[in-house]
Structure formats: structure tokens, C-alpha cells
């Protein structure tokens, strides 16, 4: 072999082994990234882990506020409704159901199609409008 084909041999390994290192490089850098990523994620997970027994005091207490909150005006600290539906859903129902919410500055209408057990919910269809300023104002006299 001649001098130009060793030179020519050594050459392509050092540009082999630069991009090798390169990649090498590049590689630690993301595995360092990764891993940067996951302990932030593991550490929300820790400072968001609520053990049961506490979930479960929550939801009691939440129970406890809702029945006093029906029970009587002012009862309770969470504000109640009574609401007049005296039969479940059972899975059976067929038809086409309408759902109106006024609440604040929007009105929204949701219209449903149940199809029983086997179809359940056919079709879905919601909107919802701000209502103007000029219509939430008025003289009561």
C-alpha cells in the first residue's frame, strides 16, 4: 500500500471516530435531558400523591357539606340545589333529550339522542352563547 492510501485510510478512522464521538455526545446529552425530565416528574408525583385514607376524609366531609347544604339555607358552605329527579337512568331510554344551563354570562343548550343499551349515545349536539351586557341589566321598580 502507498503512502496516499494510508493517509487516505487513517483520514476516513479520524473522521469516523469524530463523528462516533459526536454521536456518543450528542446521545449523553439527551440521556442527560431525560433524565433531568423524569426526576422533575418524579418529584411532582411525590408532592401530588394523596394517600387514600385522606382522599376518602375529603369526599366524606364533602357529603357531610352537601346534605347540610339540602338540608337547610345557609347550612353549609357549599351551595345546594334541590333537584326534583326522583328516577335514575336505567340504559333503557330511547329518544331525544335536551339539557339547558343558565349560568352566569353564557346560556348552553345540549341536545343528546339515546338509543337504549345497545346504542347508547347516537348523537351529541352542544352550544353555547354569551349572553349580551345590555340584556343581564335592567330597572326593577
Not at 34 to 62: H, N, S, Y
Amino acid at each position: 500500500m502507498g503512502k496516499v492510501a494510508v493517509g487516505a485510510a487513517v483520514v476516513c478512522a479520524a473522521v469516523t471516530c469524530a463523528a462516533a464521538a459526536l454521536l456518543v455526545r450528542r446521545r449523553l446529552k439527551s440521556s442527560r435531558r431525560w433524565a433531568r425530565a423524569m426526576a422533575i416528574l418524579r418529584e411532582f408525583e411525590e408532592k401530588c400523591d394523596t394517600p387514600i385514607g385522606k382522599l376518602r376524609q375529603v369526599a366524606d366531609a364533602m357529603t357531610v357539606e352537601m346534605h347540610a347544604g339540602l338540608a337547610s339555607e345557609g347550612g353549609s358552605k357549599l351551595k345546594m340545589l334541590i333537584s326534583y329527579v326522583d328516577n335514575l337512568p336505567t340504559g333503557d331510554e330511547k329518544d331525544y333529550f335536551m339539557h339547558w344551563t343558565l349560568a352566569g354570562t353564557n346560556f348552553r343548550v345540549l341536545r343528546v339522542q339515546l338509543g337504549g343499551k345497545e346504542k347508547r349515545v347516537i348523537k351529541q349536539e352542544f352550544d353555547e352563547v354569551s349572553i349580551p351586557p345590555h340584556l343581564m341589566t335592567g330597572n326593577f321598580r
